[in-house]
């Protein structure tokens, strides 16, 4: 599922990810702090490129780039972080299990995922999931969409036979009438769809080099 963004991704200088959640904090003159928590905790990303590639390289990319930077405003496109760059350390799944498509779980509720049950089940003692892996579920109860659901990051160690895990945020995909969901484990079966919401003009200099002004800034679509 190659897209126009994904060379942006594979070719990066820097990447900077925020899941944090948004944060409203007011402080008062006795200094009581009150915060309310506005949700949004969508993945952001913001992707730096390296000047100083020729034009030569960039050519074949830029003309898409330029079109998909319009058009993606209205729809949809697809990044992976599963390039040789990423998967040996960025990424890469960090459990023993040596499927990682077809898992089965169930949420009871927005950001525990119980009853997880891998494709094949590692050895007791091993690790089913690790934090810092990355999920993306594929169905809710038997349904499946076309874009399919949410990636959703692990932030508790589940050591076989433990079977339960933690999200870094609620699931959209949670319904307490229609908790059984499937996923996939990444990196190579994790996408994210985003919209470009940032697009820094790029430069030529030195005849034959490319620069730019700034990053590029994409949003998570989240599916509902």
Do not use: C
């Not at 990044?79 to 998967?87: A, D, R, T």
């Amino acid at each position: 599922m190659a897209t126009t963004f994904q060379f942006l991704f594979d070719n990066a200088e820097s990447i900077s990810i925020d899941t944090q959640v948004n944060v409203a904090q007011t402080i008062s003159r006795d200094n009581t702090i009150t915060a309310l928590e506005r949700g949004g905790q969508t993945w952001r990303f913001t992707v730096k490129m390296p000047d100083g590639i020729s034009y030569e390289t960039w050519r074949p990319h830029l003309a898409a780039i330029d079109y998909a930077g319009k058009s993606s405003r209205a729809g949809v496109e697809y990044i992976y972080l599963n390039n040789s760059g990423y998967v040996d350390w960025f990424t890469k799944y960090q459990g023993d299990a040596p499927t990682l498509t077809g898992w089965a779980g169930t949420l009871i509720d927005s950001k525990t995922l119980d009853n997880i049950n891998p494709s094949t089940t590692p050895a007791l003692g091993d690790y089913t999931l690790k934090a810092g892996d990355l999920i993306k579920i594929k169905s809710v109860d038997g349904v499946t969409q076309t874009l399919d659901y949410n990636v959703y990051r692990i932030v508790s160690d589940v050591q076989t036979p433990a079977d339960r895990a933690t999200l870094h945020r609620p699931a959209n995909e949670y319904n307490a009438t229609l908790p059984n969901v499937t996923f996939d484990v990444g990196p190579a079966n994790v996408y994210w769809q985003v919209k470009m919401v940032q697009y820094p003009q790029w430069n030529i200099f030195a005849r034959n080099q490319v620069s730019w002004n700034g990053s590029f800034v994409f949003y998570e679509v989240i599916q509902q």
